[in-house]
């Protein structure tokens, strides 16, 4: 469970970058964008948004929404950005150890 | 991001960021559908740990609580407060006394790289130097800056009147600008007042005096005063916190030490005249910037061994340089003598007052046990009701730390007062001991980390008990079975109680003895009847001219004649020395048939010293007036120890002993050590009792008694001795008025009563008497309250076990018998611990306390036994009234009540 979160603030980092999003909607672009692969609980979402505002990678803003509704909306800061490259490019690194372990034919077989 | 969490700590801020995530989460429940959301207050909850201070809102919520459960019982509160708050104070106290005397810096400039000149011998260290050494080192030292200064006792006068004799000191160019000391008004010394002797009569006040004397006035700059008749004028007024270099004296006046002659009357001129050696200056420094000290150090040492620039003192009669070198320390703390006489004694009283400390633990922590044992229900409720056992532990932690810190501050409130009474106890009888005893950050840390670790100390054993409260057993209601259970810890604290109190009442009935073996037994001492002061009229300091000890003895007779005449004295006397001061004086013995000559002591008295100072004449007769006669045959009055050692059963008076006054004689060959033959036969008129002064605490060494005129000394100055027939209070000013009349302008000392001497001898044994005292006696009465807590507590529990046996047919006798004998058992289980704990913790300090106990050992079998017995007494005693009550149990109450 403790390696999910890290998963967890990587995937609503990478999914901001596409622009800002409210709570509710990242949540459903989470789910949207990974054929509905990956359903993230929102009591799990949430508080990590907290978490990612406090670590200063992204930042809420009060804004009136297309429906005229206030909602609260986060964007990815420069630190954000930043932070998101080192982790995507460290979860590249792990999916590919992870995947020569799991098939080591396989790695074989394409060299 | 610790940082941004940091604003979350603000109440308003989280109240704020609070209402803005329920307003998000309201907007985003509209968005969803129907429970699409999940549990929301459960995703708040866990927003909310993000913050962070979750644990530090339970923490405020369990001190809060904590506080509540205080104030619920305030007896409970009062006293364990109050136990905190003696062991804490105790502590702190002591600590601060120690933090000032050992490791506060001097408020000058640096005071790390400030050093102080010393002569090492190779059995003593002195700080004494004499003006012509200053000059010397100030001259062959190119790197170092130095400055020196010398205590002296000053005689103001202010318009004419004498004020009462001051503190001051004489100090030179250097020594301000060296310090870098800024002038609160006005300007300070500067090189340009030490140019020329007697050229610069201009003085300094000390903020203390200013505001005492002047009433802080802004235009005391330019204002005269007299220093032993000569006019200085005032021009100004040194730093608050500024008392020199020496740490605890409080010098009133600084004025240049090129007007010595000025203000020491008595004394010879020191600036020029090398050959009187006194060691009067004591001298700082600084190494300049960019020099290195051991260079600096090395080229003063070098000196030594130029016989052009050999500063060392010469040996009187073989005149080779003694065997010192100059050692540099540094001066950052300051200089004291303080330091010396109080930090062995203080570092006791501080071990000791932890040990009160302890007892308080133990205390505090039975009365904790005691509480945690009847919240027991209410822990088990909340057990039940989903609590953990760690949030529990936590809040009877926090309870015992709230307890703490309270009796931590109410401790360092104590502190405060009481090492002011200590200072004052300790100055008692001479000059005022003036410390800056303001608490710095280091006494708030001790005090601080004290409290905390003796909260945790005495909360841990309840805590763990807290978290061992097993369900089931609680709720059935039983009286008796459980409650052997509950005694153990308790038991074992009290025992722990008794034992730590009986090391301190050890100690204190050790140090109480000892003090009574120094104290002198004449009664007239005790009731302060005997006055001393200090004689030191005009040009006493050197006697050796034609006329002049003819002159002193006139003055002196006069004196003496004056006094006699003033009601209320009943007898009145001169000595050389004060009667603990010491003799100076040497007197060449050649014992009979003997030619190896023998120093002893001898002092120089003028007739009825003995009847004033109350020492029997045992045999022949006092000194009279015809012995005062220099033409008259040499007379000496012997005490009991020199009959002892040089007569061997002869008769004392006359001179058939065969006993002669030994001779200088010129050594053999030069270098060699002096050599001496026998002389004129001793005429002994008369055998005095011996005496315990000067040395409270040795064996009277052999001693000599002369008269002033037949006695071969260079100085003049004596000490009067008066005896009244009451109280002293009424006599003091018209002897006061009768010295100073000998010589109006010198600076006069002060008159004390022969018992402010013996109690200023004897202050750190009394120091130690009454604070271990003091200590002993809080512990017991911890003691008292935890045998009777403990007690009262076990007889509450056994009410039903106790209405049992009685029915089944125990007589109230045998109930009271019974718990008496549980309140011995615990008492001697102490006692069997602590005796053996004192025994060897005596033999372990003995050799540390020897300095401390006169004729007596810290292991003295009687002063153990005597306090084994009392504290088995005061500890069975405080079980009794438990115990009465557990008799008066009524057995049909107590049954129909199961």
């Known amino acids: 469970m403790e390696a999910l979160y890290g998963v967890l603030d990587m995937l609503i980092l990478r999914t901001l970058v596409f622009g800002p999003r409210h709570g509710y909607g990242l949540a459903a672009a989470i789910r949207d964008c990974s054929d509905e692969a990956l359903t993230i609980e929102f009591g799990s979402l949430y508080p990590a948004l907290k978490r990612l505002e406090l670590k200063g990678w992204i930042v809420a803003r009060w804004e009136t929404s297309e429906h005229n509704r206030r909602v609260k909306v986060y964007r990815l800061t420069p630190a954000g950005r930043r932070r998101l490259h080192d982790e995507s490019t460290d979860w590249t690194a792990f999916v590919r150890a992870v995947a020569r372990i799991m098939n080591p034919g396989a790695k074989k077989a394409t060299s | 991001m610790f940082w941004r969490r940091l604003p979350y700590l603000l109440p308003w801020r989280r109240r704020a960021a609070e209402r803005d995530m329920q307003e998000e989460l309201r907007s985003l429940a509209e968005m969803a559908a129907p429970g699409e959301l999940g549990n929301l207050s459960l995703a708040a909850e866990d927003a909310r740990e993000e913050w962070g201070w979750t644990r530090l809102e339970q923490l405020a919520q369990d001190v809060r609580y904590a506080a509540r459960g205080l104030r619920k019982s305030p007896a409970f509160a009062a006293a364990a407060v109050l136990s905190l708050a003696i062991g804490i104070g105790a502590t702190t106290a002591l600590f601060t006394l120690l933090n000032t005397l050992l490791w506060k810096l001097l408020p000058v400039r640096d005071p790390h790289t400030l050093l102080m000149l010393g002569q090492r011998s190779p059995t003593t260290l002195t700080a004494g130097f004499t003006y012509q050494q200053y000059e010397l080192f100030s001259s062959h030292a190119p790197t170092l800056d130095l400055a020196a200064y010398a205590p002296v006792r000053l005689n103001v006068s202010i318009a004419g009147s004498v004020e009462p004799t001051l503190e001051g000191q004489l100090v030179t160019g250097e020594f301000f600008p060296l310090l870098g000391v800024q002038a609160a008004m006005g300007r300070l010394l500067g090189p340009e007042d030490d140019r020329v002797p007697l050229g610069h009569p201009v003085v300094v006040l000390s903020h203390a005096y200013w505001r005492r004397r002047f009433d802080a006035d802004p235009g005391v700059v330019g204002r005269q005063l007299a220093l032993s008749g000569t006019p200085f004028t005032i021009v100004g007024v040194a730093p608050r916190d500024f008392f020199g270099v020496d740490v605890g004296s409080a010098p009133d006046l600084f004025a240049p030490v090129m007007m010595q002659p000025a203000v020491m009357p008595t004394t010879v001129n020191l600036l020029d005249r090398p050959n009187v050696f006194s060691t009067w200056v004591r001298i700082v420094g600084r190494v300049q910037p960019g020099a290195s000290l051991a260079e600096a150090a090395a080229r003063l040492d070098a000196l030594a061994g130029n016989p052009e620039t050999d500063w060392r003192p010469r040996d009187k009669f073989t005149g080779r340089p003694a065997d010192v070198h100059l050692e540099m320390r540094s001066a950052a703390t300051g200089l004291s003598d303080l330091r010396r006489r109080f930090s062995q004694p203080l570092w006791l009283l501080l071990a000791v007052s ?48 709230l307890l703490s810190a309270l009796g931590g501050a109410a401790g360092v409130a104590l502190a405060f ?29 001790l005090a601080a980390a004290v409290s905390a670790l003796a909260g945790l100390t005495f909360g841990s054993v309840p805590a763990l008990r807290a978290a061992r409260v097993r369900l089931a057993q609680t709720w059935r209601r039983d009286a008796g079975t459980a409650s052997s259970a509950g005694r153990g810890p308790g038991r074992v604290l009290v025992a722990a109680q008794v034992a730590l109190s009986l090391v301190l009442l050890i100690a204190a009935g050790v140090f109480t003895r000892s003090l009574q073996n120094l104290s002198p037994a004449d009664p007239a001492v005790d009731s302060g009847r005997i006055l001393i002061v200090s004689v030191e009229p005009r040009g006493s300091g050197n006697r050796s001219g034609p006329g002049v000890a003819e002159h002193f003895d006139r003055l002196y007779r006069n004196l003496l004649d004056a006094v006699e005449r003033i009601p209320g004295v009943e007898s009145v006397s001169l000595a050389r020395t004060a009667p603990l001061s010491g003799w100076t004086l040497g007197y060449p013995v050649s014992p009979a048939g003997g030619t190896a000559a023998r120093m002893v002591s001898s002092t120089i008295v003028y007739p009825k010293f003995f009847s004033t100072m109350d020492i029997p004449v045992l045999k022949g007769r006092d000194f009279t007036e015809d012995d005062l006669r220099p033409a008259a045959t040499p007379a000496v009055i012997v005490n009991e120890a020199f009959v002892r050692e040089f007569l061997a059963g002869r008769e004392p008076l006359g001179t058939a002993h065969g006993v002669r006054q030994a001779r200088g004689a010129p050594p053999a060959r030069k270098g060699d050590p002096p050599r001496f033959e026998p002389g004129n036969p001793l005429n002994i008129v008369g055998v005095v009792k011996d005496s315990r002064f000067p040395t409270l605490r040795e064996r009277t060494s052999p001693l000599v ?25 009424e006599v003091v000013p018209a002897v006061r008025a009768a010295v100073q009349a000998v010589d109006p302008i010198v600076p006069m000392a002060a008159v004390h009563t022969l018992s402010d001497e013996v109690d200023a001898a004897l202050v750190r044994e009394r120091l130690v008497a009454a604070l271990s005292g003091v200590f002993a006696a809080v512990a017991v009465t911890l003691v008292c309250v935890g045998v009777y807590g403990l007690m009262a507590f076990s007889v509450t529990r056994r009410r039903g076990e106790i209405g049992i046996r009685m029915a089944l047919g125990a007589t109230r006798s045998d109930v009271r018998w019974m718990i008496a004998r549980q309140t011995m058992a615990t008492v001697i289980a102490g006692l069997a611990v602590g005796v053996p704990a004192a025994w060897i913790s005596g033999r372990l300090l003995s050799s540390q306390l020897a300095g401390l106990l006169f004729h007596l050992t810290p292991t003295d079998p009687a002063i153990m036994g005597a306090a084994a017995l009392l504290l088995a007494v005061v500890g069975t005693c405080a079980g009794l009234l438990p115990a009465h009550r557990a008799a008066r149990v009524d057995p049909a109450t107590t049954l129909r009540s199961e």
Not at chain 2, 428 to 445: C, E, N, T
Not at chain 2, 705 to 729: E, I, K, P
Request: proline fraction near 2%.
């Open chain 2, 354 to 401: 932890g040990v009160v400390l302890l007892v308080a633990c133990a205390n505090v922590a039975n009365l904790l046990l005691a509480r945690a044992a009847a919240r027991q229900p209410e822990f088990a409720l909340r057990l039940a009701l989903g609590a953990s056992r760690g949030r529990l532990m936590r809040q009877v932690i926090v309870e015992s730390l």
């Open chain 2, 417 to 445: 007062w009481a090492t002011r009474a200590l200072v004052v106890y300790a100055s008692s009888g001479h000059q005022a001991i003036v410390l800056d005893l303001s608490p710095d950050l280091r006494v708030l840390a």
């Open chain 2, 705 to 729: 008694f002369q008269t002033f005129l037949q006695a071969n000394t260079g100085f003049a100055q004596m000490v009067l001795h008066v005896r009244t027939t009451a109280r002293s209070a």
